[in-house]
């Protein structure tokens, strides 16, 4: 089970560093990302990041939003910098247990971006 951390209110080009933990020593052997989700919409990848550190992210984060994990802490961030009104959401992240399979979804955490 994850857990999320860190969303708030931010007005737009500001920054926000979200937080995802969880408890076991198996977080370090899954592949992870994080989602986000708003109301009416199908839960979105965002960006992802390998067992091994190499990332991915959605062409609407790219080049604004870098993903990391502290293997020593357990932990994945997602560092969202010029944030847009249009990147509010309901921010998930889950580790991907085989083939796309995402599982072990927390609370989220919400970020509101003002205009």
């Known amino acids: 089970q994850m857990a999320e951390s860190g969303g708030g209110l931010v007005q737009a080009g500001d920054s926000l560093r979200l937080s995802c933990t969880a408890s076991?020593?198996?977080?370090?052997?899954?592949?992870l990302g994080w989602f986000r989700q708003t109301p009416g919409k199908q839960r979105e990848l965002v960006a992802s990041?390998?067992?091994?550190?190499?990332?991915n992210y959605a062409d609407s984060v790219q080049g604004r939003f870098t993903i990391s994990r502290e293997y020593a802490k357990n932990t994945m961030y997602l560092q969202m910098n010029s944030l847009k009104p249009e990147d509010t959401a309901v921010y998930y992240c889950?580790?991907?247990?085989?083939?796309?399979?995402?599982?072990?979804w927390g609370q989220g955490t919400r970020v509101t971006v003002s205009s």
């Open positions: 076991g020593r198996t977080f370090n052997m899954y592949n």
């Open positions: 889950a580790a991907d247990t085989g083939g796309g399979d995402f599982r072990g």
């Open positions: 990041v390998s067992r091994q550190g190499f990332t």
